[in-house]
């Protein structure tokens, strides 16, 4: 199976920034589309950016213009740089991956990370 491994979750003040990193590690073949979802407290999980393999990406309404999502397909590691941030962005922050194991016909897996807090104080 997959591993992804989240960081550069912290405590920042409103209007600063923060860049998350999750790297994938495993027997991969291929990795699809990747992305972060975040959850504050009491409150569904839901969605903030993905990119696919190619560089397309899509945006939360609410984030659009602030983050940026990125990805480095030869370190199988994507980014979320976040900027002008919010006290309602305060949620934990996880890493998803689309992806394809080594092998012959192996299905798609999506895997999800451990998560990684960000809070953001007013």
């Known amino acids: 199976q997959v591993q992804l491994v989240e960081s550069g979750g912290g405590l920042v003040q409103a209007g600063g920034s923060l860049r998350l990193s999750c790297a994938a590690s495993?027997?991969?073949?291929?990795?699809?589309?990747m992305g972060w979802y975040r959850q504050a407290p009491g409150k569904q999980r839901e969605l903030v950016a993905t990119?696919?393999?190619?560089?397309?990406?899509n945006y939360a309404d609410s984030v659009k213009g602030r983050f940026t999502i990125s990805r480095d397909n030869g370190k199988n590691t994507v980014f979320l740089q976040m900027n002008s941030l919010k006290p309602e962005d305060t949620a934990v922050y996880f890493c998803?991956?689309?992806?394809?194991?080594?092998?012959?016909?192996?299905?798609?897996?999506?895997?999800w990370g451990q998560g990684t807090q960000v809070t953001v104080s007013s």
């Open positions: 990119i696919t393999s190619g560089g397309s990406t």
């Open positions: 998803t991956a689309d992806w394809v194991p080594l092998g012959i016909r192996r299905p798609p897996i999506v895997s």
């Open positions: 495993g027997n991969i073949f291929s990795i699809n589309t």
